[in-house]
């Protein structure tokens, strides 16, 4: 099973600052990019990228690599089945849109999250980084 290095990490982080000049207009973002146990591998914050996406873009990604699902669908696991997040017993999680989890061979290996955009953006611009790094995992 492929394990995700530091290296395709920051490529990834790349990839996603370049779609934010070239998709989103310039518009601030933070990008992280988490292990297969959910620990960081690599983070950017844009400038004048809102401050609570510091912490809010890491936790996206922890909680979708943790799960194995986007933090969209945990979002509306929470939502059908009448949950409280704290019954999962992380502090860490969180179920703004945006985190992707990187599924090989239905195994997870990590996630991304992009955060400071709206939320459908922040969801998929993150899954374009999570089919970026998808290819460099081939």
């Not at 929470?78 to 502090?91: N, R, V």
Request: charged share 20%; net charge neutral.
């Amino acid at each position: 099973m492929p394990s995700l290095t530091s290296a395709q990490a920051q490529r990834a982080v790349r990839f996603a600052l370049d779609l934010a000049q070239n998709h989103y207009n310039g518009r601030p973002l933070s990008v992280a990019v988490c292990d297969a146990s959910g620990e960081l591998l690599s983070f950017a914050r844009m400038d004048n990228a809102k401050l609570l996406t510091i912490e809010l873009t890491q936790r996206k990604a922890r909680t979708s690599s943790r799960l194995g699902c986007t933090t969209q669908a945990f979002l509306a696991r929470l939502q059908k089945e009448q949950l409280e997040i704290g019954y999962f017993g992380d502090a860490r999680f969180t179920a703004l849109p945006g985190g992707i989890p990187l599924l090989v061979d239905g195994v997870c290996i990590g996630a991304v999250a992009v955060g400071g955009l709206s939320a459908q953006e922040d969801h998929d611009a993150a899954a374009s980084v999570a089919a970026f790094l998808s290819e460099e995992l081939k």
